[in-house]
């Protein structure tokens, strides 16, 4: 049993993690930062995994967040292949999978979230598949082949992006979805509507509004998947099956170590946990959102961990600044680039504007006549601009928006 200590640990090697890691050196931390993760690589970005490297357009070294030098340089000490166990707060230290022991000053839990399993008959089935790792999507290759029969259960991002490559490249596609249309949790009726029917077209076919129920096992194939019964009875026949529906944030180290945990481990505008020598930041967090008035929320996107990372570092280099984000994401879709800002939830009017391209879609998002989300597709201009007014919760006068005559950057006040 080895013993090893670092003044900063974390927990979790991946995109908050690392740039955590990053910006506590580069805000002129000198003391020692060890970096665990549970997998056996070099940080990397997820966003590729349901597009381009599940497409074989990016290798895994292309997706690294930084190269194995740059850490050595930075003096960041990293252990992949590192699982830990528990955490006890009383000794300031970690039990490791492999029995030793890992003592810090500073603790930065950064473990992200694990795909919602469906706890359904024939989940043990061979042939289901789940996409958060490289080792997700090198599981689903062999069996990713032109002519199988691929069936989603999840309308969600995830599930339309890896509906989008498995289509070009020549699957069957069947998305199921409970919810009465895709997006559902996310966005609103009009981009939902736009984003079906892309993939209609594509050749993507969809069973809206009703669950899955059990998968059914191949006849011919002990032990392997061949179908997907819906509750309204319909079976799908399936080669394969992806279940893709939501994230389960990883917070058992820090709920068994005593931590405040609630939509995951609860922190607040400086990343800070119940326990005064942890701090947590990534998927695995929820925190005051300040665009939201303070409600707390657990937000799963690159811009919220780079966020958190960079919070969470000034803390730790004495010069705290609280997080300041507004919400965005993107999202990758055949030739339609998706970004989105601000959240939607709780608009009272959808104003869709005429797009300039005929492969184009811009939504706002209005409460009491103030702009607080938008959908952009294929629209950067509209997108920057968006940026602004869900910023300020700009006042915005629908007609004029929903104008294509009238152009946009004027609708943003005068500084
Ligand atoms: P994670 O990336 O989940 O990393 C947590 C790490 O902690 C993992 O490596 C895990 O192995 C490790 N870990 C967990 N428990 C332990 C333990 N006990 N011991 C050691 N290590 C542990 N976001 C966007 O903004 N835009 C997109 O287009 C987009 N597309 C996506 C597509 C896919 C397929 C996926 C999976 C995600 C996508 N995301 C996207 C989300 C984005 O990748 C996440 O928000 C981001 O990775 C969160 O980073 P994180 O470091 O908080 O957590």
Known sequence: MGEHNADVVIIGASHAGS?????????????????????????????????????????????????????????????????????????????????????????????????????????????????????????????????????????????????????????????????????????????????????????????????VESFEPDTSNPGHVGGVRCADGTVLPADLVLVAVGLVPNIELAQDAGLSI???????????????????????????????GGKRVRLESVPNAVEQARVAASVLNGAPKPYNLVPWFWSDQYNLKLQSVGLSQGHDAVVVRPPRSPEGFVAFYLRDGHMIAADCVNSIIEFNVAKRLVTEKTQVDAAALADPAVNLKSLIPAA
């Open 19 to 211: 740039e955590f890691a990053s910006r506590l050196r580069q805000g002129g931390f000198s003391d020692s930062v060890a970096l665990l993760g549970a997998e056996p690589y070099l940080p990397y970005h997820r966003p590729p995994l349901s597009k381009a490297f599940l497409a074989g357009e990016t290798t895994a070294d292309q997706l690294l967040l930084r190269s194995a030098e740059a850490y050595g340089k930075a003096l960041i000490d990293f252990f992949p292949s590192t699982t830990v166990d528990f955490i006890e707060p009383a000794t300031r230290s970690l039990s490791l999978a492999n029995g030793d022991r890992f003592y810090y000053r500073k603790l930065v839990i950064a473990t992200g979230g694990r795909p919602r399993r469906l706890g359904i008959p024939g989940a043990e089935l061979q042939g289901l598949h789940i996409m958060r790792s490289i080792a997700d999507v090198d599981a689903l290759r062999p069996a990713f082949k032109p002519g199988a029969r691929l069936v989603i259960a999840g309308g969600g991002y995830i599930g339309l992006e890896v509906a989008a490559v498995a289509v070009k490249s020549g699957l069957d596609v069947e998305i199921v979805e409970f919810a009465p249309r895709v997006l559902a949790r996310v966005a609103g009726p009009e981009l939902s509507a736009y984003y079906e029917a892309a993939h209609r077209a594509a050749g993507v076919k969809f069973r809206l509004g009703v669950g």
């Open 262 to 292: 609630g939509n995951g481990i609860v922190v607040d505008e400086f990343c800070q946990t119940s326990d005064p020598d942890i701090l947590a930041i990534g998927d695995c967090t929820e925190h005051p959102l300040p665009f939201l």
